[in-house]
């Protein structure tokens, strides 16, 4: 008995392997696959802004990377005793403008270099609704919880999507000839816009990525939305909030993912990887045992072995967590 419809992802033409580096923006959702990449050790980098939930938010983010961006004293505001930036999820906000200022710069650098050198940016859309800061009309990524008469909020038109990151995407092209690009909509509900302007939302942003994705074979598509929405689709994979996917969810995702973008060849390395990730998880309720000391020969042994047979691999904290001295 079938008891859900199934999804067929054709795999990507060209997947992604270890010595790819893999730039991730956008919305929590882009976290979770980041999590799992990290975790298995690939060459990834996240979210240089901190979160961000919208395509314009995106785009600029993209347009800053690739030109060298650096945020000066005026891009900050203070509010709730705390320096923020417009452009930049809160993580980046400090008591202290000078820490907040640094913060955001240093991994603004960091994503510069970084993109430069990408192989694959993985783009994940949150919301098409964009709040505009009435006082200047800018566009906000975060509204750090400022009073909601500061803002107009705006569904964005599907051309306005596509124009905003078609023109970024286009320019990291330029700058970047061996880039691909891999986007994907969040699953994660935003209810506090409405169960229905959640639907009108996400519904704009699948039309222009599907857009995007026609109009370039460097741009593809992945359907974490499709996989969470129309095929589990069951509450018992959400949170307790019934907005955000459980760990059950992003699992089931992250499997279709490694699927149909990671390359076959990597998988064996990513089983040998989680062997030795999950072992340095281990916590002994008697360390000073012998039989611990032979656990953690044992698997420096291993860790030494993968590290040399692909040395595209590090694994130095676990190296250092499996030595007897350590």
Same mark, same amino acid.
């Given at each position: 008995?079938?008891?859900?419809?199934?999804? $067929?992802?054709?795999?990507?033409?060209?997947?992604?392997?270890?010595?790819?580096?893999?730039?991730?923006?956008?919305?929590?959702?882009? $976290?979770?696959?980041?999590?799992?990449?990290?975790?298995?050790?690939?060459?990834?980098?996240?979210?240089?802004?901190? &979160?961000?939930? #919208?395509?314009?938010?995106?785009?600029? =983010?993209?347009?800053?990377?690739?030109?060298?961006?650096?945020?000066?004293? @005026?891009?900050?505001?203070?509010?709730?005793?705390?320096?923020?930036?417009?452009?930049?999820?809160?993580?980046?906000?400090? &008591?202290?403008?000078?820490?907040?200022?640094?913060?955001?710069?240093?991994?603004?650098?960091?994503?510069?270099?970084?993109?430069?050198?990408?192989?694959?940016?993985?783009?994940?859309?949150?919301?098409?609704?964009?709040?505009?800061? #009435?006082?200047?009309?800018?566009?906000?990524?975060? #509204?750090?919880?400022?009073?909601?008469?500061?803002?107009?909020?705006?569904?964005?038109?599907?051309?306005?999507?596509?124009?905003?990151? #078609?023109?970024?995407?286009?320019?990291?092209?330029?700058?970047?000839?061996?880039?691909?690009?891999?986007?994907?909509? =969040?699953?994660?509900?935003?209810?506090?816009?409405?169960?229905?302007?959640?639907?009108? =939302?996400?519904?704009?942003?699948? @039309?222009?990525?599907?857009?995007?994705?026609?109009?370039? +074979?460097?741009?593809?598509?992945?359907?974490?939305?499709?996989?969470?929405?129309?095929?589990?689709?069951?509450?018992?994979?959400?949170?307790?909030?019934?907005?955000?996917?459980?760990?059950?969810?992003?699992?089931?995702?992250? @499997?279709?993912?490694?699927?149909?973008?990671?390359?076959?060849?990597?998988?064996?390395?990513?089983?040998?990887?989680?062997?030795?990730?999950?072992?340095? =998880?281990?916590?002994?309720?008697?360390?000073?045992?012998?039989?611990?000391?032979?656990?953690?020969?044992?698997?420096?042994?291993?860790?030494?072995?993968?590290? +040399?047979?692909?040395?595209?691999?590090?694994?130095?904290? +676990?190296?250092?967590?499996?030595?007897?001295?350590?």
């Amino acid at each position: 008995m079938q008891l859900t419809l199934t999804l $067929e992802i054709p795999p990507l033409p060209k997947q992604i392997t270890y010595t790819d580096n893999v730039l991730l923006v956008g919305s929590c959702f882009t $976290e979770h696959i980041y999590d799992r990449l990290l975790q298995h050790k690939f060459r990834v980098f996240s979210n240089p802004h901190g &979160i961000l939930f #919208n395509p314009l938010s995106v785009a600029h =983010s993209i347009d800053g990377y690739i030109d060298g961006k650096q945020y000066g004293q @005026e891009d900050l505001f203070y509010l709730n005793e705390l320096w923020n930036s417009w452009y930049h999820h809160t993580r980046f906000s400090h &008591i202290d403008a000078g820490a907040a200022l640094a913060g955001i710069n240093h991994s603004q650098a960091d994503a510069t270099q970084f993109i430069k050198k990408a192989d694959w940016i993985i783009i994940t859309l949150g919301s098409a609704f964009q709040y505009y800061l #009435n006082e200047t009309g800018q566009p906000v990524a975060n #509204n750090h919880r400022a009073p909601a008469q500061w803002f107009t909020k705006k569904l964005l038109a599907v051309d306005e999507i596509v124009h905003a990151l #078609n023109a970024a995407l286009l320019k990291l092209f330029s700058a970047n000839q061996f880039v691909q690009v891999l986007l994907t909509i =969040s699953p994660v509900r935003h209810i506090r816009d409405g169960v229905i302007e959640n639907n009108r =939302s996400k519904a704009r942003l699948i @039309e222009a990525v599907h857009t995007l994705c026609e109009g370039s +074979e460097k741009i593809h598509y992945f359907p974490a939305y499709e996989l969470v929405i129309d095929i589990l689709r069951d509450y018992r994979f959400y949170d307790i909030d019934f907005v955000h996917p459980n760990y059950m969810a992003t699992t089931y995702v992250w @499997e279709h993912f490694v699927k149909a973008c990671i390359s076959p060849e990597a998988i064996p390395v990513m089983q040998q990887v989680q062997d030795i990730v999950t072992a340095r =998880s281990h916590r002994s309720r008697f360390p000073e045992t012998e039989a611990h000391n032979r656990f953690k020969e044992s698997y420096a042994a291993k860790t030494k072995a993968l590290m +040399e047979k692909y040395p595209f691999l590090y694994l130095g904290e +676990e190296m250092k967590y499996f030595s007897l001295n350590g």
